[in-house]
Protein backbone atom coordinates (compact mmCIF):
# COMPACT_ATOMS: atom_id res chain seq x y z
CA UNK A 1 0.00 0.00 0.00
CA UNK A 2 0.96 3.68 -0.74
CA UNK A 3 1.06 5.16 2.66
CA UNK A 4 1.52 8.22 1.28
CA UNK A 5 -1.17 8.09 -0.62
CA UNK A 6 -3.05 6.49 1.80
CA UNK A 7 -3.18 9.03 4.64
CA UNK A 8 -3.03 12.10 1.80
CA UNK A 9 -6.97 10.78 0.83
CA UNK A 10 -7.76 10.58 4.62
CA UNK A 11 -6.60 14.51 4.79
CA UNK A 12 -3.88 13.70 6.64
CA UNK A 13 -0.81 14.71 5.23
CA UNK A 14 0.22 18.87 5.80
CA UNK A 15 4.01 18.80 4.78
CA UNK A 16 6.17 16.42 3.37
CA UNK A 17 9.60 16.71 2.35
CA UNK A 18 10.31 16.02 -1.38
CA UNK A 19 11.16 12.15 -2.35
CA UNK A 20 9.53 11.36 0.75
CA UNK A 21 6.66 9.24 -1.26
CA UNK A 22 9.59 7.76 -3.98
CA UNK A 23 11.61 6.81 -0.55
CA UNK A 24 9.21 4.72 0.86
CA UNK A 25 7.87 2.71 -2.85
CA UNK A 26 11.58 1.30 -2.64
CA UNK A 27 10.99 -1.12 0.20
CA UNK A 28 10.32 -1.51 3.94
CA UNK A 29 11.52 1.46 5.85
CA UNK A 30 11.58 2.41 9.02
CA UNK A 31 9.71 6.19 10.62
CA UNK A 32 8.87 7.36 14.11
CA UNK A 33 6.42 9.56 15.88
CA UNK A 34 7.70 11.09 18.77
CA UNK A 35 4.69 10.95 22.21
CA UNK A 36 4.95 13.37 25.29
CA UNK A 37 4.98 11.19 28.29
CA UNK A 38 3.60 14.15 30.63
CA UNK A 39 1.15 11.60 31.71
CA UNK A 40 -0.04 8.15 32.12
CA UNK A 41 -2.42 8.13 29.68
CA UNK A 42 -2.99 8.62 25.65
CA UNK A 43 -5.40 11.71 24.87
CA UNK A 44 -7.13 11.94 21.80
CA UNK A 45 -5.09 15.08 20.56
CA UNK A 46 -2.30 12.16 20.32
CA UNK A 47 -4.88 9.70 17.74
CA UNK A 48 -3.20 11.38 15.29
CA UNK A 49 0.05 10.46 15.25
CA UNK A 50 -0.63 6.64 16.43
CA UNK A 51 -2.95 6.26 13.46
CA UNK A 52 -0.25 7.34 11.11
CA UNK A 53 1.98 4.93 12.77
CA UNK A 54 -0.47 2.17 12.02
CA UNK A 55 -1.27 3.40 8.28
CA UNK A 56 2.86 2.70 7.77
CA UNK A 57 2.77 -0.55 9.55
CA UNK A 58 -0.14 -1.70 7.66
CA UNK A 59 2.10 -0.25 4.37
CA UNK A 60 4.88 -2.78 5.15
CA UNK A 61 6.87 -0.17 6.85
CA UNK A 62 8.28 -0.61 10.66
CA UNK A 63 6.96 2.34 13.37
CA UNK A 64 8.83 3.22 16.12
CA UNK A 65 6.65 4.68 19.19
CA UNK A 66 9.45 6.75 20.67
CA UNK A 67 8.34 8.18 24.43
CA UNK A 68 10.23 11.27 25.03
CA UNK A 69 11.09 10.55 28.54
CA UNK A 70 14.60 13.05 28.35
CA UNK A 71 12.55 15.83 25.94
CA UNK A 72 9.59 15.44 28.41
CA UNK A 73 11.94 16.52 31.27
CA UNK A 74 13.01 19.35 29.24
CA UNK A 75 9.27 21.01 27.40
CA UNK A 76 8.74 21.64 23.70
CA UNK A 77 7.78 25.03 23.31
CA UNK A 78 5.77 24.64 20.07
CA UNK A 79 2.67 25.67 20.50
CA UNK A 80 2.85 26.28 24.57
CA UNK A 81 3.07 29.76 25.71
CA UNK A 82 4.96 29.18 28.96
CA UNK A 83 6.88 26.27 30.43
CA UNK A 84 5.95 22.94 31.83
CA UNK A 85 6.45 21.10 34.74
CA UNK A 86 8.91 19.05 34.74
CA UNK A 87 9.17 15.27 35.63
CA UNK A 88 11.44 12.91 37.73
CA UNK A 89 12.77 9.74 36.18
CA UNK A 90 10.18 7.24 38.31
CA UNK A 91 7.22 9.48 37.01
CA UNK A 92 8.06 8.95 33.53
CA UNK A 93 8.80 5.30 33.72
CA UNK A 94 5.15 4.74 35.03
CA UNK A 95 3.96 6.66 32.08
CA UNK A 96 5.54 5.03 30.19
CA UNK A 97 4.37 1.70 30.69
CA UNK A 98 0.81 3.04 30.87
CA UNK A 99 1.18 4.11 27.06
CA UNK A 100 2.61 1.08 26.02
CA UNK A 101 -0.55 -0.85 26.98
CA UNK A 102 -2.38 1.97 24.96
CA UNK A 103 -0.39 1.68 22.25
CA UNK A 104 -0.63 -1.77 21.70
CA UNK A 105 -3.98 -1.83 21.07
CA UNK A 106 -3.11 0.01 17.73
CA UNK A 107 0.36 -1.28 17.02
CA UNK A 108 1.90 -4.66 16.42
CA UNK A 109 4.44 -4.96 19.04
CA UNK A 110 4.49 -8.56 19.61
CA UNK A 111 5.10 -10.37 16.00
CA UNK A 112 7.80 -11.95 14.66
CA UNK A 113 7.74 -9.77 11.36
CA UNK A 114 10.11 -8.00 10.44
CA UNK A 115 7.77 -4.92 10.93
CA UNK A 116 6.66 -5.39 13.81
CA UNK A 117 7.11 -1.87 16.09
CA UNK A 118 9.06 -1.33 18.62
CA UNK A 119 9.05 1.13 21.42
CA UNK A 120 11.95 3.34 22.56
CA UNK A 121 12.42 6.35 24.94
CA UNK A 122 15.25 9.02 24.69
CA UNK A 123 15.76 9.00 27.97
CA UNK A 124 17.56 5.73 27.58
CA UNK A 125 20.45 6.93 25.45
CA UNK A 126 20.74 10.86 26.51
CA UNK A 127 20.99 9.84 30.40
CA UNK A 128 24.50 9.17 29.85
CA UNK A 129 25.15 12.10 27.40
CA UNK A 130 26.84 14.96 29.67
CA UNK A 131 26.00 18.61 28.00
CA UNK A 132 29.90 18.60 27.84
CA UNK A 133 29.25 15.82 24.99
CA UNK A 134 26.23 16.98 23.44
CA UNK A 135 27.34 20.77 22.69
CA UNK A 136 31.10 19.47 21.47
CA UNK A 137 29.40 16.64 19.60
CA UNK A 138 26.30 17.60 18.08
CA UNK A 139 25.68 21.55 19.40
CA UNK A 140 28.66 22.73 16.91
CA UNK A 141 26.89 21.75 13.98
CA UNK A 142 23.88 23.67 14.61
CA UNK A 143 23.44 27.52 14.35
CA UNK A 144 21.88 29.82 16.88
CA UNK A 145 20.73 31.45 13.32
CA UNK A 146 19.36 28.50 12.15
CA UNK A 147 17.65 27.96 15.49
CA UNK A 148 16.32 31.31 15.91
CA UNK A 149 14.66 30.67 12.81
CA UNK A 150 12.30 28.02 13.95
CA UNK A 151 8.46 29.20 14.09
CA UNK A 152 8.20 27.42 17.49
CA UNK A 153 11.03 30.02 18.48
CA UNK A 154 9.86 33.28 16.71
CA UNK A 155 6.42 33.14 17.92
CA UNK A 156 7.11 32.29 21.62
CA UNK A 157 9.71 35.51 21.53
CA UNK A 158 7.31 37.48 19.97
CA UNK A 159 3.92 37.06 21.85
CA UNK A 160 3.01 39.64 23.63
CA UNK A 161 2.45 37.39 26.24
CA UNK A 162 5.95 35.70 26.41
CA UNK A 163 7.42 35.53 29.34
CA UNK A 164 10.57 34.53 27.39
CA UNK A 165 12.30 31.07 26.83
CA UNK A 166 14.45 29.72 28.74
CA UNK A 167 17.97 27.97 27.41
CA UNK A 168 16.73 24.47 28.43
CA UNK A 169 13.48 24.76 26.09
CA UNK A 170 15.65 26.45 23.36
CA UNK A 171 17.64 23.66 22.95
CA UNK A 172 14.94 21.44 23.04
CA UNK A 173 14.85 21.56 19.11
CA UNK A 174 18.88 19.64 19.48
CA UNK A 175 17.44 16.97 21.55
CA UNK A 176 14.49 15.99 19.11
CA UNK A 177 16.76 16.57 16.24
CA UNK A 178 19.72 13.95 18.05
CA UNK A 179 16.48 11.54 18.48
CA UNK A 180 16.46 11.09 14.91
CA UNK A 181 20.00 11.13 14.38
CA UNK A 182 20.20 8.10 16.73
CA UNK A 183 17.22 6.30 15.40
CA UNK A 184 18.64 7.01 12.10
CA UNK A 185 22.19 5.42 13.64
CA UNK A 186 21.22 2.75 15.23
CA UNK A 187 17.83 1.64 13.99
CA UNK A 188 18.27 2.88 9.90
CA UNK A 189 15.01 4.74 10.55
CA UNK A 190 14.72 7.76 7.80
CA UNK A 191 11.75 9.42 8.21
CA UNK A 192 10.13 11.07 11.22
CA UNK A 193 6.36 12.37 11.26
CA UNK A 194 4.50 14.65 13.73
CA UNK A 195 2.09 17.19 14.08
CA UNK A 196 2.50 20.38 11.89
CA UNK A 197 3.64 22.28 14.70
CA UNK A 198 6.84 19.77 14.77
CA UNK A 199 7.82 21.11 11.27
CA UNK A 200 10.58 22.76 12.57
CA UNK A 201 11.97 20.28 15.23
CA UNK A 202 11.71 17.43 12.53
CA UNK A 203 13.66 19.57 10.20
CA UNK A 204 16.37 20.11 12.46
CA UNK A 205 16.94 16.32 12.86
CA UNK A 206 17.10 15.85 9.12
CA UNK A 207 19.81 18.41 9.01
CA UNK A 208 21.55 16.41 11.77
CA UNK A 209 21.44 13.31 9.79
CA UNK A 210 23.31 15.11 6.95
CA UNK A 211 25.49 16.83 8.50
CA UNK A 212 26.63 13.92 10.95
CA UNK A 213 24.89 11.13 10.14
CA UNK A 214 26.23 11.72 6.47
CA UNK A 215 22.81 10.45 5.39
CA UNK A 216 19.28 11.20 4.12
CA UNK A 217 16.12 11.50 6.66
CA UNK A 218 12.95 12.58 5.43
CA UNK A 219 10.05 14.71 7.47
CA UNK A 220 6.43 14.53 6.92
CA UNK A 221 3.58 15.65 9.30
CA UNK A 222 0.15 16.00 9.76
CA UNK A 223 -2.55 18.60 9.88
CA UNK A 224 -3.43 19.64 13.57
CA UNK A 225 -6.97 18.57 14.14
CA UNK A 226 -9.59 21.83 14.55
CA UNK A 227 -13.16 21.72 14.49
CA UNK A 228 -15.45 23.88 12.54
CA UNK A 229 -17.64 25.51 15.94
CA UNK A 230 -13.70 26.99 16.40
CA UNK A 231 -13.87 24.65 19.64
CA UNK A 232 -10.80 23.52 20.60
CA UNK A 233 -10.65 19.38 19.51
CA UNK A 234 -10.73 16.63 21.99
CA UNK A 235 -11.00 19.20 24.90
CA UNK A 236 -14.76 19.54 26.88
CA UNK A 237 -15.35 21.30 29.83
CA UNK A 238 -14.32 18.92 31.90
CA UNK A 239 -10.47 18.64 30.24
CA UNK A 240 -9.12 16.32 28.20
CA UNK A 241 -10.53 13.30 26.30
CA UNK A 242 -8.61 10.42 27.42
CA UNK A 243 -8.16 7.08 26.40
CA UNK A 244 -7.81 5.68 29.82
CA UNK A 245 -11.46 4.37 30.62
CA UNK A 246 -10.49 5.36 34.90
CA UNK A 247 -10.05 9.79 33.38
CA UNK A 248 -13.01 9.64 30.50
CA UNK A 249 -15.48 6.85 31.13
CA UNK A 250 -15.99 4.95 27.69
CA UNK A 251 -19.74 6.37 27.49
CA UNK A 252 -17.94 9.81 27.57
CA UNK A 253 -15.59 8.92 25.14
CA UNK A 254 -18.14 7.90 22.75
CA UNK A 255 -20.47 10.84 23.88
CA UNK A 256 -17.50 13.34 22.25
CA UNK A 257 -17.39 11.45 18.62
CA UNK A 258 -21.71 10.94 18.76
CA UNK A 259 -21.58 14.55 19.50
CA UNK A 260 -19.74 15.50 16.56
CA UNK A 261 -21.25 17.85 13.92
CA UNK A 262 -21.63 16.85 9.74
CA UNK A 263 -18.85 18.91 8.88
CA UNK A 264 -16.49 17.22 11.98
CA UNK A 265 -17.79 13.70 11.88
CA UNK A 266 -17.24 13.56 7.89
CA UNK A 267 -13.56 15.01 8.54
CA UNK A 268 -12.84 12.46 11.55
CA UNK A 269 -14.20 9.13 9.95
CA UNK A 270 -11.50 9.09 7.63
CA UNK A 271 -8.72 10.18 10.40
CA UNK A 272 -10.10 8.03 13.10
CA UNK A 273 -11.12 4.82 11.37
CA UNK A 274 -9.76 2.37 9.04
CA UNK A 275 -12.94 2.43 7.00
CA UNK A 276 -12.09 1.83 3.47
CA UNK A 277 -12.47 4.71 0.58
CA UNK A 278 -15.67 3.07 -0.10
CA UNK A 279 -17.26 2.51 2.79
CA UNK A 280 -16.69 5.99 4.03
CA UNK A 281 -17.93 7.41 0.78
CA UNK A 282 -21.18 5.31 1.26
CA UNK A 283 -21.59 6.42 4.70
CA UNK A 284 -21.25 10.20 3.81
CA UNK A 285 -24.14 9.62 0.86
CA UNK A 286 -26.67 7.91 3.09
CA UNK A 287 -25.87 10.28 5.82
CA UNK A 288 -26.37 13.42 3.71
CA UNK A 289 -29.84 11.75 2.66
CA UNK A 290 -31.22 11.60 5.93
CA UNK A 291 -28.99 13.75 8.15
CA UNK A 292 -31.02 12.92 11.04
CA UNK A 293 -30.45 9.86 11.39
CA UNK A 294 -26.58 10.72 12.22
CA UNK A 295 -25.77 7.82 10.49
CA UNK A 296 -22.03 9.33 10.23
CA UNK A 297 -21.72 10.12 13.65
CA UNK A 298 -22.88 6.48 14.89
CA UNK A 299 -20.50 4.65 12.88
CA UNK A 300 -17.83 7.34 13.95
CA UNK A 301 -18.37 6.59 17.08
CA UNK A 302 -18.69 2.92 17.09
CA UNK A 303 -15.69 2.28 15.38
CA UNK A 304 -13.54 4.26 17.53
CA UNK A 305 -14.52 3.22 20.77
CA UNK A 306 -14.19 -0.25 19.95
CA UNK A 307 -10.62 0.53 19.01
CA UNK A 308 -9.75 2.13 22.18
CA UNK A 309 -11.47 0.42 24.56
CA UNK A 310 -13.77 -2.85 23.64
CA UNK A 311 -17.38 -4.12 22.22
CA UNK A 312 -18.52 -4.66 25.48
CA UNK A 313 -17.55 -0.82 26.69
CA UNK A 314 -19.42 0.41 23.16
CA UNK A 315 -23.03 -1.74 23.91
CA UNK A 316 -22.90 -0.05 27.62
CA UNK A 317 -21.99 3.37 26.13
CA UNK A 318 -25.10 2.92 23.42
CA UNK A 319 -27.45 1.71 26.41
CA UNK A 320 -26.56 4.57 28.31
CA UNK A 321 -26.87 6.94 25.50
CA UNK A 322 -30.43 5.51 25.61
CA UNK A 323 -31.30 6.20 28.99
CA UNK A 324 -30.35 9.63 28.16
CA UNK A 325 -32.83 9.80 25.22
CA UNK A 326 -35.52 8.15 27.28
CA UNK A 327 -35.40 4.95 25.20
CA UNK A 328 -34.60 2.57 27.81
CA UNK A 329 -36.58 0.37 30.28
CA UNK A 330 -35.95 -0.76 34.35
CA UNK A 331 -33.89 -3.53 32.80
CA UNK A 332 -31.83 -1.66 30.82
CA UNK A 333 -30.76 0.71 34.01
CA UNK A 334 -30.29 -1.95 35.83
CA UNK A 335 -27.50 -3.52 33.45
CA UNK A 336 -25.41 0.07 33.73
CA UNK A 337 -21.98 0.27 35.62
CA UNK A 338 -22.06 2.20 38.56
CA UNK A 339 -19.16 4.87 36.92
CA UNK A 340 -21.41 5.26 33.66
CA UNK A 341 -24.80 5.64 35.50
CA UNK A 342 -22.92 8.63 37.17
CA UNK A 343 -22.16 9.74 34.15
CA UNK A 344 -25.31 9.71 32.11
CA UNK A 345 -27.27 11.32 35.41
CA UNK A 346 -24.13 14.11 36.32
CA UNK A 347 -25.91 16.95 37.15
CA UNK A 348 -29.49 15.61 38.07
CA UNK A 349 -30.25 16.53 41.68
CA UNK A 350 -30.02 14.12 44.22
CA UNK A 351 -31.91 13.19 47.95
CA UNK A 352 -29.94 11.09 50.18
CA UNK A 353 -32.49 8.39 52.02
CA UNK A 354 -31.38 5.49 54.67
CA UNK A 355 -31.34 2.46 53.15
CA UNK A 356 -33.82 1.12 56.02
CA UNK A 357 -36.55 3.50 54.83
CA UNK A 358 -36.49 1.10 50.93
CA UNK A 359 -35.93 -1.95 52.55
CA UNK A 360 -39.03 -1.56 54.89
CA UNK A 361 -40.75 0.07 51.86
CA UNK A 362 -41.52 3.44 51.11
CA UNK A 363 -44.88 4.81 49.53
CA UNK A 364 -44.48 7.18 46.47
CA UNK A 365 -46.40 10.43 48.35
CA UNK A 366 -43.11 10.41 50.56
CA UNK A 367 -40.93 9.39 48.21
CA UNK A 368 -41.46 12.46 46.11
CA UNK A 369 -41.98 14.84 48.66
CA UNK A 370 -41.62 14.71 52.52
CA UNK A 371 -38.44 12.46 51.75
CA UNK A 372 -36.31 13.83 48.85
CA UNK A 373 -37.94 17.65 47.98
CA UNK A 374 -38.60 16.09 44.49
CA UNK A 375 -42.42 17.47 44.46
CA UNK A 376 -43.00 21.11 46.89
CA UNK A 377 -46.26 19.09 48.84
CA UNK A 378 -48.03 15.56 49.19
CA UNK A 379 -50.75 17.20 47.25
CA UNK A 380 -48.59 18.06 44.11
CA UNK A 381 -47.20 14.57 44.40
CA UNK A 382 -51.05 13.20 44.89
CA UNK A 383 -52.01 14.90 42.11
CA UNK A 384 -49.23 14.08 39.83
CA UNK A 385 -49.80 10.65 40.54
CA UNK A 386 -53.53 10.69 39.86
CA UNK A 387 -51.86 12.35 36.11
CA UNK A 388 -49.86 9.14 35.36
CA UNK A 389 -46.81 11.31 34.96
CA UNK A 390 -44.58 9.50 37.81
CA UNK A 391 -41.83 7.07 36.61
CA UNK A 392 -39.96 5.43 38.68
CA UNK A 393 -36.98 3.82 37.13
CA UNK A 394 -38.85 4.84 33.05
CA UNK A 395 -41.79 3.01 33.97
CA UNK A 396 -45.14 4.41 35.39
CA UNK A 397 -46.42 3.87 38.89
CA UNK A 398 -49.03 4.56 40.50
CA UNK A 399 -50.26 6.15 44.25
CA UNK A 400 -50.30 2.42 45.65
CA UNK A 401 -46.70 1.71 44.47
CA UNK A 402 -43.73 1.14 46.91
CA UNK A 403 -40.52 1.55 46.48
CA UNK A 404 -38.38 -1.31 47.73
CA UNK A 405 -34.76 -3.14 47.41
CA UNK A 406 -36.25 -4.50 44.02
CA UNK A 407 -36.25 -0.77 42.92
CA UNK A 408 -32.61 -0.17 43.28
CA UNK A 409 -29.64 0.44 40.47
CA UNK A 410 -26.44 -0.46 41.37
CA UNK A 411 -28.14 -1.37 44.92
CA UNK A 412 -27.88 2.37 45.92
CA UNK A 413 -29.57 4.31 43.08
CA UNK A 414 -33.41 5.31 41.99
CA UNK A 415 -34.71 7.59 39.45
CA UNK A 416 -37.76 9.37 40.02
CA UNK A 417 -38.90 10.87 36.89
CA UNK A 418 -41.94 13.66 36.76
CA UNK A 419 -42.75 13.23 33.03
CA UNK A 420 -39.92 13.34 30.21
CA UNK A 421 -38.30 16.58 31.58
CA UNK A 422 -37.80 16.24 35.39
CA UNK A 423 -35.31 13.72 36.73
CA UNK A 424 -34.68 13.35 40.29
CA UNK A 425 -31.82 10.70 41.77
CA UNK A 426 -32.63 8.45 45.29
CA UNK A 427 -29.18 7.44 47.08
CA UNK A 428 -29.19 5.43 49.74
CA UNK A 429 -26.59 6.00 52.64
Given amino acids: MNFVEEITWRGMLHDVMPGTEEHLMEGMRAA ?5 PTADSLHIGHL ?51 LK ?10 SDKANAAILVNNYDWMKEFSFLDFIRDVGKHITVNYMMSKDSVKKRLSSDASEGMSFTEFTYQLVQGYDFLHLFREHDCT ?27 YALTCPLITKADGTKFGKTEGGNIWLDSNRTSPYKFYQYWLNS ?8 IKIFTFLTKEEIED ?16 KLAEEITVMVHSEEDLE ?104 KRNTYIIRLV
Fill in 191 to 217: LQMGGSDQWGNITTGTELIRRIGNGKG
Fill in 48 to 98: VGVMMLRHFQLSGHKPFALIGGATGMIGDPSGKSKERNLLDEKTLKHNQDA
Fill in 261 to 268: SDEDAEKY
Fill in 316 to 419: NAVKASEVLFGKSTAADLKNLNEATFLDVFEGVPQAEVDRSEIENGMDMIAALSAKTGFLKSNGEARRALKENSISVNKEKVGEDYQLTSEDLINNKYIILNKG
Fill in 101 to 110: AQLSKFLDFE
Fill in 283 to 298: LVKNHKEAPHLRQLQR
Fill in 32 to 36: YVGID
